[in-house]
């Protein structure tokens, strides 16, 4: 399938859903979406979750200024619509076909909708404005110029950060259920405390030494966790 939204060819990721159907993602990487047919992101298990939160960490990248606004949906090809919707305290979007087609959610926005987000503390924030200026923001891409305040001056996201709880949640749940073999790396659980400890860190020494902090501030927050997180993940494989 070609992305709604840039024309290009999509990966396709299959994923177990519940009461074991195949649930079809696809994965845009230039524009850093997923598009999902019907209400299949209902029906995501938490294994095909962290499937998924893995497959955005490989793929992710600077984000870029995009305009959602040209759009449409690839089976009928009516403008999708911009939605806004709210899980716990956090408000996330997507575009949805008025003829319930799917959705064409950005890679930031499954993140936020599965609770793997949190906006920075005001003292993380004071910690990173004693060492830098700009920083990307996660959302779109455009910079956050941290003296003037902690949220994009564009589209008005907080600054946030890869939030592991939810991560760690969803391999606790799955090796209750006892399918942690077929459906955990093994090797998740100790890069997910590292990924934490180092997240966690960079806030306090910065920068140019770690290369989290290196290749963190153009990426945004977000994607430079996501990539230490799979650079963690590589070195014990
Ligand atoms: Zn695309
Ligand atoms: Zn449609
Ligand atoms: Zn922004």
């Known amino acids: 399938m070609d992305c709604p939204r840039c024309r290009q060819a999509m990966e396709v990721h299959m994923l177990d859903g519940h009461l074991g159907r195949d649930v079809e993602v696809d994965l845009c990487e230039p524009c850093q979406s997923l598009w999902f047919d019907g209400k299949e992101n209902l029906q995501l298990t938490p294994g095909s979750i962290l499937e998924l939160f893995r497959a955005i960490g490989e793929h992710v990248r600077k984000p870029e200024l995009r305009d959602g606004e040209l759009v449409k949906c690839p089976r009928c090809k009516a403008g999708l619509r911009r939605t806004k919707d709210m899980q716990r305290n956090t408000r996330f979007e997507y575009f949805r076909c008025p003829n319930d087609h799917g959705r064409l959610t950005a890679f930031f926005d499954f993140l936020k909708e599965k609770d793997f987000i949190r906006p920075l503390t005001p003292q ?110 590589k070195r014990d494989s």
């Open 124 to 233: 993380q924030i004071a910690d990173l404005r004693k060492n830098i200026k700009i920083v990307n923001c996660s959302n779109c891409g455009g910079p956050v110029d941290l003296a003037k305040g902690s949220a994009c001056a564009h589209c008005g996201s907080p600054l946030s950060m890869l939030d592991m709880d939810q991560a760690e949640r969803l391999v606790a749940q799955l090796r209750v259920a006892d399918r942690g073999s077929k459906t955990v790396d093994p090797a998740l659980p100790l890069a997910l405390a590292r990924a934490r400890a180092e997240t966690e860190s960079a806030f306090k020494g910065l920068p140019g030494h770690d290369p989290w902090a290196r290749e963190g501030w153009s990426m945004g927050l977000v994607g430079a966790g996501l990539t230490e997180l799979m650079r963690l993940l």
